[in-house]
């Protein structure tokens, strides 16, 4: 008889509108966030869009509708609690119309049907260890940038469930740009989702969702608030204001903007001159760029190869594949490529073996090249795309969102904390970003047009032609094919090209 007694009053509460009870009506973006059915869901962006609520409200409605759930909800400290979960637990008098009662010692919410939301802090691993014997259905981060990625990680490690009739619901999470873990969670969320516009799997087979928020999506926010955001300096602004995931503090190239950046493929102009920027790597990733020049000087990144433990040779014939009878040149690669090892050949010669023929990038080393890109992150006159669209300006650079690798990249490269303060950091992920530098910190150096006081160039040079400026490496010629010279440079040859400037 209390079983069943116990059942029908469970049954009675999971039917319970929660919502109407504590007086909660949902913003449209809110009640995507409650609907959201996918494993790992953050909703943020920009302050003041409700975030930290939502997460409340839907924890309060779960605990509802899954009698005997456990449900962790964390903050970096319990300082941070006390003014954001807490605070709204406080508004709506503790679930009270619930039925809920508040441990305030315990920082504990019990419900009538055995269901529980543990409030607690997780600052560090230490921190997070201390539940390693608890077990949750649910795990809730208020602000999850500010949460040590390892620290989310070991958490989550704490999600299972001890009956074959409680779910594990997963992770929901509320945050704004920036913080410990600002990389970890855009390179999981906001990248591999398009920027919410689509819903991916994880490699654990996951689901994982963004949702993002913007102050305007919140109707209740007071104008005060409102215009303080606004007043905040350009990087916070953008960050609190914009919920702009491109904007963080020491952020290198804070001129990106992914709406103004990035574009929809668009065919290209069969007379637009095509050239390549390669940053050579094995272990770590190796990149190529194909960037398309228009007639006013504008670069068009419109093809990107990225992968590891990719040979060399395997390398060169994956960009013909790719170029598929596209006529593209110079090809501009890091200079690290000359290098001997050992008896290994020179990169650059294997290249040229198969093919592909490359030109040192030379050009004065990496804050020249980083200076170079800004350039071209900056505004002109609008391109015809553009200008079709209403635009007046818009940026040198435009690079196509199948580029994914390299529109992750630029965004997230911070300034060097050593070394010369113009640097970016040569630690992070910038393999795309260093071919896309190589190849525009050579662009409007050529074509040169020198007066030969001898005779032409011999006419391998011309076969090839040859690129504008610096060494190339030359294709080789069998020795038993016809064409075969004795007095051609041995097969796979650096040479140096006759339209070069400077010293050799």
Known sequence: MIEERDRLNAEHLRILDVFALLGYEPTA?????????EFDVL??????????????MDDLRDC???????????????????????????????????????????YELRFPNRSLIMFRYAESIKDASRRQGGQYQKLTFDERTLTPPDVVAFLESRLRSGRADLPVLGIRSGTNPG????????????????????????QRGRTVRFIPSKLADNPHVNAEYADDLRNLPEQLRKAFLDGDWDSFMGQAFAEWSHDRHTIDPISIPAEWRR????????????????LAIDEDGRAWVYRELYARQVGEQQQAERILAAEAGE?????????????TRGDAKPIARVYADHGVHLTEAGKGGRVAGWQRLRSYLADGPACPHHRAQGWESCPRLHVFRTCANLIREIPALPFATSGDPEDVDSTASDHAADALRYALINLGSGPKFPLLDDEAPPAIEQDLKAPFAGRYAVARIPDDDPDHDDDVPERGAVRRSPWASGPD
Do not use: C
């Open 275 to 290: 050239v390549m920027g390669i940053d050579w790597g094995y272990a770590a990733p190796w990149a190529a760029l194909w």
């Open 43 to 56: 909703y943020g962006g920009a302050a003041g869009g409700g975030k930290t609520r939502a997460l409340l």
């Open 327 to 339: 006529t593209v040149g110079p090809r501009w690669a890091d200079d690290a490529m000359w290098a």
């Open 179 to 202: 913080g410990a873990g600002h990389g970890t969670v855009k390179a999981k969320f906001i990248d591999p989702t398009a920027y919410g516009t689509k819903v991916i799997t994880d």
């Open 64 to 106: 509802m509708r899954h009698p005997g759930i456990r449900i962790g909800a964390f903050r970096r400290t319990y300082g941070e609690l006390k003014e954001s979960l807490l605070a709204e637990l406080a508004q709506v008098g503790f679930a009270s119309a619930l039925g809920a009662s508040w441990n305030g010692t315990e």
């Open 29 to 37: 973006r809110q009640q995507a966030f409650h609907d959201a059915t």
